[in-house]
């Protein structure tokens, strides 16, 4: 009878994580990882990317977007690529700095979900970058780098199913580089990393991963609400799977700072154990 138990008790696990993956979540892309109620920046003259992303349903999304948050909804769409819910809307000229805070609505498998996307219209960055103040350049600058992230996670190769029960941390993806064959597939995916992190997208994984997580609501909280915490997930995935341990000698793993007399510090966790990644 035990025996029984134990496969029942895994089928159930099975079955209701399948019925989970159908419960259908849309997330769009926060400009501020920790905190989506921070509007996108944008300017006058300037098309605005909208991005988002689906969890769960059918596999077919019908996308609409309300650019102004009037409840009338502007464009509507249909995609199978859960992973692109994006859209380019420009605002008419606004005479002062204003903030929309725009909707988005997903309708998949007889679900139908909303999310928001704030954006504020700076009125005053001029056209000519030439022509503009440090301050209009780094608005400039921050609209230039909400596209890339977007661009680069719309180049993503992806593998693995982030609700399955046992392997859905061990989801993979990557970028290639111009080649696009894999030849600089590995240094495309580390920049991209990189680049996530310097805009304090950090990794996220679903939890479905068996193992502790340092802080595990933290991860969860980065998981519920940033697309690219997922992407983040993947490359470190990706990128494992490319790494090699290699030999580190002591000499290089001392802990010792400063001049005559030299002090130990506490070494970080792992780090002398004589053993690197490469």
């Known amino acids: 009878m035990p025996i029984f138990r ?25 400009w501020v990882a920790t905190d ?9 003259g300037h098309p605005t990317t909208f991005k988002a992303i689906a969890r769960g349903g059918n596999g077919t999304y019908v996308v609409d977007w309300d650019f102004d948050g009037n409840g009338v909804y502007d464009v509507t769409f249909t995609t199978t690529n859960r992973y692109d819910l994006s859209t380019r809307f420009t605002y008419p000229t606004q005479a002062a700095d204003s903030t929309f805070v725009a909707r988005v609505r997903v309708t998949s498998g007889g ?9 504020r219209v700076f009125a005053d960055v001029p056209a000519n970058p030439a022509a503009a103040t440090d301050r209009q350049l780094q608005v400039m600058r921050n609209v230039a780098i909400d596209d890339g992230l977007w661009f680069l996670h719309k180049q993503m190769t992806r593998a693995g199913d982030e609700d399955h029960p046992v392997t ?16 600089y597939r590995t240094i495309a995916s580390g920049s991209f990393l990189e680049a996530l992190g310097l805009n304090l997208h950090f990794p996220a994984f ?3 991963y068996l193992g502790e997580l340092p802080d595990p609501a933290a991860n969860a909280a980065r998981w519920a609400v940033d697309p ?7 490359l470190v995935n990706h990128l494992l799977t490319q790494a090699s ?27 002398d154990d004589g053993i690197g990644i490469w």
């Open 245 to 271: 341990v290699v030999s580190v000698a002591a000499s290089d793993e001392v802990d010792l700072v400063g001049f005559y007399p030299e002090i130990a510090l506490e070494p970080i966790a792992g780090t």
């Open 206 to 208: 679903p939890a479905a």
């Open 6 to 30: 134990v496969v029942a008790a895994v089928l159930a696990v099975f079955t209701a994580s399948a019925a989970a993956a159908q419960n259908l979540r849309v997330i769009p892309v926060p």
């Open 111 to 119: 679900q139908t979900v909303q999310g928001a996307y704030p954006v």
């Open 36 to 44: 989506p109620a921070v509007p996108h920046v944008a300017y006058n």
């Open 168 to 183: 859905g941390a061990q989801i993979t993806g990557f970028v290639d580089g111009e080649a696009g064959n894999g030849t």
């Open 228 to 234: 690219y915490a997922e992407d983040a997930a993947r």
